[in-house]
Nanobody, 130 residues
Framework: QGQLRESGGGSVQAGGSLRLSCTTS????????MGWFRQAPGKERELIAT????????YVIDSLQDRFTISQDRARSPTSLQMNNLKFEDTGIYYC???????????????????????WGPGTQVTVSS
């Protein structure tokens, strides 16, 4: 059974930066779609970024493209989410998730090829004070 775990969350003042990391173990799929989600207080969990471990296109939600970057240095290394110029509204629990990207569908971003993300980390809290 594979596991994911997020790290790097914490408290920061508005305008600051955090770098979240997602480490995985026990996943041996040839191609994965890694995703970062967040859930703000009182809101539904939303997908904010994905990365295709086979080197396909990265995705960051439009509203965050100027501040957030998703990356992975090499295959099976931790997936990172660099968050700059943080705002109060970025406060929430951040989750990483993954699933095997094996559908064979043609779509620019890996999350579009998945039915769902089936493996999740426990989440890490990000608190931005204004």
């Amino acid at each position: 059974q594979g596991q994911l775990r997020e790290s790097g969350g914490g408290s920061v003042q508005a305008g600051g930066s955090l770098r979240l990391s997602c480490t995985t173990s026990g996943y041996y799929y040839r191609r994965l779609c890694m995703g970062w989600f967040r859930q703000a207080p009182g809101k539904e969990r939303e997908l904010i970024a994905t990365i295709d471990t086979a080197g396909g296109s990265d995705y960051v939600i439009d509203s965050l493209q100027d501040r957030f970057t998703i990356s992975q240095d090499r295959a099976r290394s931790p997936t990172s989410l660099q968050m700059n110029n943080l705002k109060f509204e970025d406060t929430g629990i951040y989750y990483c998730a993954l699933d095997e990207d094996s559908s064979g569908k043609t779509a620019p971003y890996c999350y579009e090829r998945l039915r769902d993300f089936n493996s999740w980390g426990p989440g890490t809290q990000v608190t931005v004070s204004s």
